[in-house]
């Protein structure tokens, strides 16, 4: 009897299976292989696949994105972790300048993954709940991918280290080991495409666009909303680099009303992006302002109370898309 | 200078004056590569200066003996990465002229296709690694190349350029973190030229040699005259050989001067004249110059029969690149991503809605 899984656990099954499909694959980070990782998503790897496959480094989070490039450039496929996504900063200039231009400047691609636990819920605090994803959004070159399902974490990661281009990799920690989003998977190989956008739910009135783990916070306001009579559509955008526009459009197209949902801060958030897309493609199918409900423009706090009020929640989903059905 | 006078020579088991067992014709090859590097450089003076090369152009004019010195310790199978003034090593590594006048003129067939500009071009499947101009950042991915070539089980060497202000720089010292633990097959050639931009190398460090920085992470390290193009072949060829075995990484200084200013823009007003005169008189090729001739194996005529042959060359090159012609500017949207620009394509989809709406609003 196949088992349910939870969403860290998918991760990790897509990394082993990668690395038992293609021995290109490896894994490089900070106390990833004795260790197993700080959340052990590379469990068992370094007993697996030796301390060649699997590389502790220094803390040097430049040093190892760096590194993976050069792997990369050798025809290897590198999958990078960073202990809390907010270190990915530390590894900007790599990302942005060297990863992301090489293709471009003179036709060297960097399939590099790197990938790591991203988003608040956990009293983190400000340094270990950030979600950078606009930085990197904003960077031509780059595919960043958020996945908010069990299934879309395993299909993710591994098209993402089966892409020709460096991908950054959003886990969302709130999600790793959720009860309520445990999944069986197939058996059988799978992958989901980056660029797809999926509909969670069919609806006609309203459209609710997110990703990452604000997906169940929607899904939950559209139930309610459902038994207040307001068909609300939930389209989870699974990447963010590039952004599924056909999708956007068309559900924008089909219920003239659209709520865009994010964990992230609000100014420079995707769903700036997501409202001139729509404006651009479709302006006449608007019967509403294209709403969005985000987190303040603040860092994330980690007192409990502080952290509940500044981060996005299926109440204040449900008060913002109840807003726009009276429109 | 007596400090710089000082350090030429010591710890690298190396000795300028002792021959490194070169046959005459790579003595004389050495040679073609260094004035090759610098007859290059002065044409794309003059080109700059008659507007035709644009931005930035940085010389490595008294620097040709690091480039050529450590390029040509090389085997095949190494991978180079070089900075922005190691133009010579990258003719050692196979780059010609042609290329090299098609990418500063930004014409079509130039290997950025007029994306990129000075030395940022190459390819793995040639050795090369081309820099990005954020400094230091070449030595971890150097690391990562020594690291993935090792898992291949290949005896591949990586090596790099920092100069004196890049080993200052965060990546210098978390790659060499990363190198040095894991023991990778690198070599990093401290190109120390005494000023960074206007900021003296006092600046930089108050270390004597740069290449005690190697101190820091329990490596080998050496120091070489970075004027003595023999010298750097030779202590190249030791670090390369250690490095190869498992002794590596090695840091290796090479000490010389920016004989003009950072860009082609700045006279370098701030470096004393002394230093100017005192670097002057150890002029690299003039240097090697003197001795072939000494050894007598060549004569003043062999050399200028190289230099009218890299004339000739430079001349045929230029020639073809200045009549080539500028590639399509619509070209700079491409090749963002393996599959094509994603972005371009959005953009072309949304100018092609916008005017199906103009035309028939839909209510």
């Given at each position: 009897?196949?088992?349910?899984?939870?969403?860290?656990?998918?991760?990790?099954?897509?990394?082993?299976?990668?690395?038992?499909?293609?021995?290109?694959?490896f894994c490089i980070g900070e106390d990833i292989g004795v260790y197993?990782?700080?959340?052990?998503?590379?469990?068992?790897?370094l007993?697996?696949?030796?301390e060649e496959?699997v590389i502790d480094t220094p803390i040097a989070e430049s040093g190892i994105?760096g590194a993976a490039?050069g792997a990369?450039?050798?025809?290897?496929?590198?999958?990078?972790?960073?202990?809390?996504?907010?270190?990915?900063?530390?590894?900007?200039?790599?990302?942005?300048?060297?990863?992301?231009?090489?293709?471009?400047?003179?036709?060297?691609?960097?399939?590099?993954?790197?990938?790591?636990?991203?988003?608040?819920?956990?009293?983190?605090?400000?340094?270990?709940?950030?979600?950078?994803?606009?930085?990197?959004?904003?960077?031509?070159?780059?595919?960043?991918?958020?996945?908010?399902?069990?299934?879309?974490?395993?299909?993710?990661?591994?098209?993402?280290?089966?892409?020709?281009?460096?991908?950054?990799?959003?886990?969302?920690?709130?999600?790793?080991?959720?009860?309520?989003?445990?999944?069986?998977?197939?058996?059988?190989?799978?992958?989901?495409?980056?660029?797809?956008?999926?509909?969670?739910?069919?609806?006609?009135?309203?459209?609710?666009?997110?990703?990452?783990?604000?997906?169940?916070?929607?899904?939950?306001?559209?139930?309610?909303?459902?038994?207040?009579?307001?068909?609300?559509?939930?389209?989870?955008?699974?990447?963010?680099?590039?952004?599924?526009?056909?999708?956007?459009?068309?559900?924008?197209?089909?219920?003239?009303?659209?709520?865009?949902?994010?964990?992230?801060?609000?100014?420079?958030?995707?769903?700036?992006?997501?409202?001139?897309?729509?404006?651009?493609?479709?302006?006449?199918?608007?019967?509403?302002?294209?709403?969005?409900?985000?987190?303040?423009?603040?860092?994330?706090?980690?007192?409990?109370?502080?952290?509940?009020?500044?981060?996005?929640?299926?109440?204040?989903?449900?008060?913002?898309?109840?807003?726009?059905?009276?429109? | 200078?007596?400090?710089?006078?000082?350090?030429?020579?010591?710890?690298?088991?190396?000795?300028?004056?002792?021959?490194?067992?070169?046959?005459?014709?790579?003595?004389?090859?050495?040679?073609?590569?260094?004035?090759?590097?610098?007859?290059?450089?002065?044409?794309?003076?003059?080109?700059?200066?008659?507007?035709?090369?644009?931005?930035?152009?940085?010389?490595?004019?008294?620097?040709?003996?690091?480039?050529?010195?450590?390029?040509?310790?090389?085997?095949?199978?190494?991978?180079?990465?070089?900075?922005?003034?190691?133009?010579?090593?990258?003719?050692?590594?196979?780059?010609?002229?042609?290329?090299?006048?098609?990418?500063?003129?930004?014409?079509?067939?130039?290997?950025?296709?007029?994306?990129?500009?000075?030395?940022?071009?190459?390819?793995?499947?040639?050795?090369?690694?081309?820099?990005?101009?954020?400094?230091?950042?070449?030595v971890p991915?150097m690391a990562g190349?020594a690291l993935?070539?090792r898992r291949?089980?290949?005896?591949?060497?990586a090596?790099?350029?920092?100069?004196?202000?890049?080993?200052?720089?965060?990546d210098f010292h978390e790659g060499l973190g990363i190198a040095s633990v894991r023991r990778l097959p690198m070599?990093l050639?401290?190109?120390?030229?005494?000023?960074?931009?206007?900021?003296?190398?006092?600046?930089?460090?108050?270390?004597?040699?740069?290449?005690?920085r190697a101190r820091g992470y329990g490596i080998p390290?050496?120091?070489?005259?970075?004027?003595?193009?023999?010298?750097?072949?030779?202590?190249?060829?030791?670090?390369?050989?250690?490095a190869?075995?498992g002794g590596g990484p090695v840091l290796?200084?090479?000490?010389?001067?920016?004989?003009?200013?950072?860009?082609?823009?700045?006279?370098?007003?701030?470096?004393?004249?002394?230093?100017?005169?005192?670097?002057?008189?150890?002029?690299?090729?003039?240097?090697?110059?003197?001795?072939?001739?000494?050894?007598?194996?060549?004569?003043?005529?062999?050399?200028?029969?190289?230099?009218?042959?890299?004339?000739?060359?430079?001349?045929?090159?230029?020639?073809?690149?200045?009549?080539?012609?500028?590639?399509?500017?619509?070209?700079?949207?491409?090749?963002?991503?393996?599959?094509?620009?994603?972005?371009?394509?959005?953009?072309?989809?949304?100018?092609?809605?916008?005017?199906?709406?103009?035309?028939?609003?839909?209510?």
């Amino acid at each position: 009897m196949p088992e349910a899984i939870t969403y860290l656990e998918a991760i990790r099954q897509g990394i082993w299976e990668e690395m038992e499909r293609d021995d290109r694959v490896f894994c490089i980070g900070e106390d990833i292989g004795v260790y197993g990782g700080a959340f052990k998503v590379t469990k068992g790897f370094l007993e697996r696949f030796g301390e060649e496959r699997v590389i502790d480094t220094p803390i040097a989070e430049s040093g190892i994105v760096g590194a993976a490039i050069g792997a990369s450039l050798m025809g290897m496929r590198p999958v990078a972790e960073m202990q809390f996504i907010d270190f990915i900063s530390c590894a900007f200039n790599q990302i942005t300048n060297f990863a992301a231009k090489s293709r471009w400047r003179y036709g060297a691609g960097v399939p590099i993954v790197i990938r790591g636990p991203s988003g608040g819920g956990v009293r983190g605090g400000p340094f270990h709940s950030q979600n950078p994803e606009m930085y990197y959004v904003h960077t031509p070159g780059l595919k960043v991918v958020a996945p908010g399902t069990t299934y879309d974490a395993k299909g993710l990661i591994k098209a993402a280290i089966r892409d020709d281009d460096p991908v950054i990799y959003l886990e969302h920690k709130y999600l790793y080991r959720l009860p309520r989003i445990k999944e069986v998977l197939p058996r059988e190989d799978y992958v989901v495409p980056i660029g797809k956008a999926a509909v969670r739910k069919v609806g006609r009135d309203l459209s609710l666009i997110t990703y990452g783990a604000m997906l169940l916070h929607c899904l939950d306001a559209a139930d309610t909303l459902e038994k207040e009579g307001v068909s609300a559509e939930v389209l989870d955008l699974r990447t963010l680099l590039p952004l599924d526009a056909e999708a956007i459009e068309a559900t924008a197209r089909k219920t003239g009303k659209v709520l865009v949902v994010h964990e992230d801060t609000r100014t420079g958030g995707i769903a700036g992006e997501v409202t001139a897309l729509i404006n651009e493609r479709a302006f006449e199918y608007l019967d509403g302002p294209v709403l969005r409900v985000t987190a303040p423009d603040a860092p994330v706090p980690y007192s409990a109370p502080l952290e509940d009020f500044f981060l996005p929640n299926a109440v204040k989903v449900l008060e913002a898309a109840r807003r726009l059905a009276s429109y | 200078m007596p400090r710089a006078k000082r350090s030429t020579t010591r710890r690298t088991g190396s000795r300028p004056s002792r021959p490194p067992g070169l046959s005459t014709d790579r003595l004389r090859e050495i040679y073609y590569f260094l004035k090759m590097n610098r007859l290059i450089e002065e044409r794309l003076s003059a080109l700059y200066r008659q507007g035709k090369v644009q931005g930035g152009l940085y010389s490595s004019r008294g620097q040709e003996a690091i480039s050529v010195g450590s390029a040509y310790a090389l085997g095949p199978q190494d991978i180079l990465a070089p900075m922005i003034r190691n133009l010579g090593a990258m003719l050692v590594k196979g780059v010609r002229p042609l290329e090299l006048f098609l990418q500063y003129l930004q014409r079509e067939g130039s290997p950025c296709k007029g994306r990129d500009t000075s030395l940022h071009f190459g390819g793995i499947e040639r050795g090369l690694v081309p820099p990005i101009s954020h400094l230091g950042t070449l030595v971890p991915v150097m690391a990562g190349v020594a690291l993935a070539a090792r898992r291949r089980g290949k005896p591949v060497v990586a090596l790099t350029y920092v100069g004196d202000g890049a080993s200052s720089t965060g990546d210098f010292h978390e790659g060499l973190g990363i190198a040095s633990v894991r023991r990778l097959p690198m070599v990093l050639i401290l190109e120390n030229n005494r000023w960074a931009y206007s900021t003296p190398v006092s600046r930089q460090s108050l270390l004597t040699d740069l290449a005690d920085r190697a101190r820091g992470y329990g490596i080998p390290r050496g120091v070489v005259d970075g004027n003595d193009v023999l010298a750097v072949c030779t202590a190249t060829s030791s670090a390369i050989a250690l490095a190869r075995r498992g002794g590596g990484p090695v840091l290796l200084e090479c000490k010389t001067m920016r004989m003009r200013g950072h860009s082609e823009h700045d006279d370098a007003w701030y470096v004393p004249e002394e230093e100017k005169r005192y670097w002057e008189r150890r002029d690299p090729i003039s240097l090697y110059e003197k001795r072939l001739i000494a050894r007598g194996s060549v004569t003043q005529a062999d050399l200028q029969r190289i230099e009218k042959r890299c004339l000739e060359e430079i001349e045929r090159d230029l020639e073809t690149a200045l009549s080539a012609p500028f590639p399509a500017p619509e070209s700079c949207i491409e090749d963002v991503y393996a599959s094509g620009s994603d972005e371009a394509h959005v953009h072309e989809e949304t100018e092609g809605k916008l005017k199906v709406l103009d035309g028939g609003r839909r209510r």
